[in-house]
């Protein structure tokens, strides 16, 4: 399976920027996807194919990023933006997700 | 405004059987993909199986599958999972998901708790 590695947590001040990255053990093309999922909460989607806005999300989150490295950018950072950060390939079979990134808002 | 509300969970014992149940409104349910995405306390998340818009395909993790069904009924616009052989590892909040075209989730259910425990 595919191997999605996220660094475990980041804290930010608000009105700073913040980049999350992920990294693939294989290529995945474009076919990178990112989540938030507060807690006690279901994720949202965020990005889809690396750097396509999902439908009402605010343009303050952007995506980058082809064939094994990708950034989610969060500029600037919001207090209600503490979270924790997911991305996931549907390149290879089976689709798999990375262990997350907590975000932290000092 | 897309809707999924899962229901069926809770606790059962290992090697016992639970169906799940996600009812979708908001959208022509017939038009897509839908799957189930599972987290299991604490943990990150997981796919565990895809259908198509028509129900003629189903896809399955490794883990689950001859265990899982993933069935869909488009006139109620209601997707199911039927877990079979459930062991303590399939502990988990199951999501319901829409499935747009390249196999993203971009809608989710509020989830439900599977917990299989003697």
């Known amino acids: 399976d595919t191997v999605l590695t996220q660094s475990p947590a980041l804290a930010v001040s608000p009105g700073e920027r913040v980049s999350i990255s992920c990294r693939a053990s294989e290529g995945v093309n474009s076919y990178m996807h990112w989540y938030q999922q507060k807690p006690g909460q279901q994720p949202k989607l965020l990005i889809y194919?690396?750097?396509n806005l999902a439908s009402g999300v605010p343009a303050r989150f952007s995506g980058s990023g082809s064939g094994t490295d990708f950034t989610l950018t969060i500029d600037p950072v919001e207090a209600d933006d503490t979270a924790t950060y997911f991305c996931?390939?549907?390149?290879?079979?089976?689709?798999?997700f990375g262990a997350g990134t907590k975000l932290e808002l000092k | 405004e897309v809707q999924l509300v899962e229901s069926g969970g809770g606790l059962v014992q290992p090697g016992r059987s639970m169906k799940l149940s996600c009812a979708a409104s908001?959208?022509?349910?017939?038009?897509?993909?839908m799957a189930w995405v599972r987290q299991a306390p604490t943990k990150g998340l997981e796919w565990v199986a895809t259908i198509s818009y028509d129900g003629s395909s189903t896809y399955y993790r490794d883990s689950v599958k001859g265990r899982f069904t993933i069935s869909r009924d488009n006139a109620k616009s209601t997707l199911y999972l039927q877990m079979n052989s459930l062991r303590s590892e399939d502990t988990a909040t199951y999501y319901c998901t829409r499935v747009p075209g390249s196999l993203y989730f971009d809608y989710w259910g509020q989830g439900v708790m599977v917990t299989v425990s003697s």
């Open positions: 194919k690396a750097s």
């Open positions: 908001g959208f022509t349910f017939s038009n897509y993909g």
């Open positions: 996931q390939q549907s390149w290879n079979d089976p689709n798999t």
